[in-house]
């Protein structure tokens, strides 16, 4: 784990750049949690699989927590292409610095395993199997174990606090989802509940269609 987590606005942005990155980071928090949903679900045994699955919950359930863990190293990652979580909420919700910067701090602390997972298993695969495996023995450590438990939870936490809050922070976001295209997205369902709205197609596929 990082011995001294990055800390603080990472990159300068104007509030219009800010909300931009917040939707992106709203699309991504999404499919973190639907993965996070199905990581516990699966290892609970409340997902149901059919009958004539050949895979057990505990496959299912690695496959799963690989990609949990593969998307959430994105929250923290550096690179200039990528979406660096916390800069957009540090602009958008000044008024809960305290709260961001904590789990900032924490997600940062777990900065170096999750990179190693993501580069290594994840989603950027390895040929030397040795590396796969230290990657994945990394996750187990107990103390990291736990700094990952504690960022997930809180980081999940955040966002729900944020998302129930960010019509009266963002009141031009109905419009900003509209002019990028990303109005019907399931992820952003709770602003056009606050607003009187369905959806209009209430399609299951329809993010798949457009944004996948």
């Known amino acids: ?29 999404e499919d973190i949690m ?24 505990a496959d299912l359930k690695d496959t799963a927590r690989t990609a949990f ?13 990528a979406v660096y979580a916390f800069d957009p909420l540090f602009v958008v919700f000044p008024d809960r610095r305290a709260q961001i910067s904590a789990v900032q701090q924490q997600c940062e ?41 504690f960022a997930r939870v809180n980081f999940q936490r955040l966002m729900t606090d944020l998302i129930a809050e960010e019509l009266n922070a963002i009141p031009e976001l109905p419009e900003k989802l509209t002019e990028f295209g990303v109005a019907h997205h399931p ?14 197609v209430g399609s299951a596929f329809l993010s798949c269609e457009v944004l996948d």
């Open 187 to 200: 992820a952003f369902a709770s602003v056009a509940s606050a607003l009187g709205s369905g959806s209009g």
């Open 109 to 149: 602390k777990c900065h170096g395993v999750l990179q190693q997972f993501r580069g290594n298993v994840a989603f950027h695969s390895r040929a030397q199997i040795r590396a796969q495996i230290r990657a994945r023995q990394a996750l187990r450590d107990p103390a990291t174990f736990q700094a990952l438990e």
């Open 69 to 81: 863990f593969g998307w959430f190293a994105k929250l923290t990652d550096k690179d200039t292409r």
């Open 34 to 57: 639907r993965l996070s949903f199905l990581v516990e679900g699966l290892h609970a045994g409340s997902v149901q699989l059919p009958a004539e699955s050949r895979f057990s919950h």
């Open 1 to 29: 784990m990082s011995c001294v987590p990055f800390h603080g606005q990472r990159t300068r942005m104007s509030r219009e750049e800010a909300i931009e990155t917040y939707i992106s980071l709203r699309l991504c928090t």
